[in-house]
């Protein structure tokens, strides 16, 4: 069985979307792995076919109903399915590649897209979901960043990558480093110079360079990257292991 993907959403035309292209269109076309979207309306029981009622205690918006999403999630979910609920919401913990790198390896992942306020609390609760964001903004839906998670999976399944991709994935990934700069001809370009270490064919001066300028940049831009690599190399095990 192929990586399986079942999307719970409001909004079912936006998948696959961008997944339909390039790397990912391909796999899937491919079989490597497959992706069903779910209309949550389908499972709306009343006339008007609500899916949101007013939030219990007063406020503004609108909260996602438990008894119409645990009826959309009973109807992809059959018993023993072992794929995790995620529910993608700006209150979830943030996905970062040692999720991803989880979710890939398993078989497959059953995610509900939230809209409106929130989504009640009981549904999150008896379904054992896991709540996840992926960084601190606010989107409209979590269908763009249920895209953002699968993209960051199926890029990782077997046969997805080519193996040049698939051995920079390993060193940055390992490293815990943001990248280098990248450079190609024109060696001049407006003025600009490719540093001169890169044409020299001295590999191992190039790859001091390199790592050089990852130290920098992360130092720069992610100091709790930086934080995390230190403790690493130091053989302490990281911030939180
Ligand atoms: Cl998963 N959903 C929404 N609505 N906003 C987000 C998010 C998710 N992650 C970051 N912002």
Redesign the pocket.
Known sequence: MSWRASVLTLFPEMFPGPLGVSLAGRALREGLWSLEAHDIRAFATDRHRSVDDTPAGGGAGMVMRADVLDAAIGSVMAEGDARPLI????R?RL?DQAMVRSLAAGPGCVLL???YEGIDQRVIEARGMV????????????E???L??LDACVRLLPGVMGAAESAAEESHGAEGLLEYPHYTRPTQWQGRAIPAVLLSGHHAEIARWRREQAEKITKERRPDLWARHEAKQRGAGGMDG
């Open positions: 529910c993608l919401t700006p979830g996905l897209c939230g809209r709540e996840l964001s992926i960084g601190d903004y606010v989107l409209s839906g979590g763009t960043a249920a953002v998670l």
